[in-house]
């Protein structure tokens, strides 16, 4: 399973990478992946008009959008839109960080699962 990560370089920007899950086939059940700690869940509900100026994410966490897509812009000035169902693994808690910014006026739903 593919994830996008957010990660402080040695340049002191954030900047995205893909990283692959695995994934255990577990025959009729699917496949799933090993356990991973989690220290909580935050659930958020975004208005769909925001613009939040670059900030570092609070603590290591998977970000999964729920119902609307985001664009984030990492301080190397990539961007990239990650719509419902897909999964941010925000690690750029030193740095600039990053900036996100709502999709098409929609609000968007999502939900944090701490890993610190």
């Known amino acids: ?3 996008t990560r957010i990660y402080t370089g040695a ?5 995205f990478e893909e990283i692959e899950i695995d994934l255990k086939d577990l025959g009729m059940i699917g496949r799933i992946s ?3 700690p989690a220290s909580g869940i935050v659930f958020r509900e975004t208005e769909g008009d925001y613009d939040f100026e670059f900030h570092n994410a609070p603590r ?3 970000v999964i959008n ?5 664009e984030l812009e990492t301080g190397d ?3 990239r839109v990650l ?6 693994l925000a690690e750029d808690t030193t740095g ?5 910014r709502a999709v098409g006026g929609r609000p968007r739903r999502s939900i944090f699962v701490t890993l610190d």
């Open 96 to 100: 600039r960080g990053h900036r996100s």
């Open 1 to 3: 399973m593919k994830v």
């Open 83 to 88: 719509g419902p169902g897909e999964v941010l």
């Open 60 to 62: 290591r966490q998977y």
């Open 77 to 79: 000035g990539t961007k």
């Open 66 to 70: 729920l119902d609307a897509a985001v």
């Open 34 to 36: 090993a356990l991973e």
């Open 11 to 15: 340049d002191n920007e954030s900047h």
